[in-house]
């Protein structure tokens, strides 16, 4: 089946670098999220994006956050000038938006992100 | 989005039905009950979704209170693989963000 991949599984920053996640969402779906969850809490919704542009946000999705589809395959998620409360798992998924399974969301396996 | 109820954890032994409940008392009509499970700090898996008849697929079987008010995801026969955290999330279909509460934790022994 195919599958979300993500890149790089762990990455480690010093506070106030700037970081790009990379995600590969599975070919043809339409809508794509990002999530983090820190150790411990919740999964927590950051942004959706659909039709290259951002459909949802929430309110950790402040300016110091973006998301670009450049191409017709990769999802990035940069965060400008990092702080040690950004370190997290963060999640990228998409769902197909069309045929049976078209509002399942897949999950990548995550990159963790450790802010020193 | 309703908000949902969960018990914080379970157990169940391996090769039983594992019957996890969820309270979703103020869901509206539109409202689909949705579940999704995380193993171990990996990404969330979708198992399961209704909006009010039971639904069955390889993995679970959802049952829907008529009411709506509650409902129970059902593992037919649980493996230790599904030792996971089981999110019951209540939202409109098609394109809507996951709000995830903090779900029940499922322990699976031998």
């Known amino acids: 089946e195919p599958e979300v991949t993500q890149t790089p599984s762990h990455q480690v920053t010093q506070m106030g670098q700037e970081v790009i996640l990379r995600c590969v969402p599975i070919?043809?779906?339409?809508?794509f999220y990002w999530y983090r969850q820190i150790l411990g809490q919740k999964v927590e919704f950051l942004v959706s994006f659909y039709n290259n542009e951002i459909s949802e946000k929430s309110e950790i999705f402040d300016d110091q956050f973006s998301v670009e589809r450049p191409d017709g395959s990769n999802f990035t998620l940069k965060i400008r000038s990092t702080k040690l409360e950004d370190s997290a798992m963060y999640f990228c998924?998409?769902?197909?938006?069309?045929?049976?399974?078209?509002?399942?969301?897949?999950f990548g396996p995550g990159t963790r992100l450790t802010v020193l | 989005d309703a908000k949902t109820t969960q018990p914080t954890s379970m157990d169940c032994a391996e090769g039983r039905a594992a019957n996890l409940p969820c309270n979703h008392s103020t869901i509206s009509g539109n409202e689909y009950v949705y579940w999704y499970r995380q193993i171990h700090s990996q990404g969330p898996q979708y198992i399961i979704h209704g909006l009010k008849n039971n639904e069955t697929n390889e993995m679970a079987s959802l049952i829907i209170t008529e009411d709506r008010k509650s409902s129970t995801l059902i593992l037919p026969h649980a493996t230790l693989r599904d030792t996971a955290v089981y999110y019951c999330i209540a939202r409109m279909e098609y394109g809507n963000k996951l709000v995830f509460g903090a779900g029940t934790i499922l322990r699976v022994k031998s």
């Open positions: 998924a998409s769902i197909p938006g069309t045929g049976k399974r078209r509002d399942e969301q897949f």
């Open positions: 070919s043809n779906h339409l809508y």
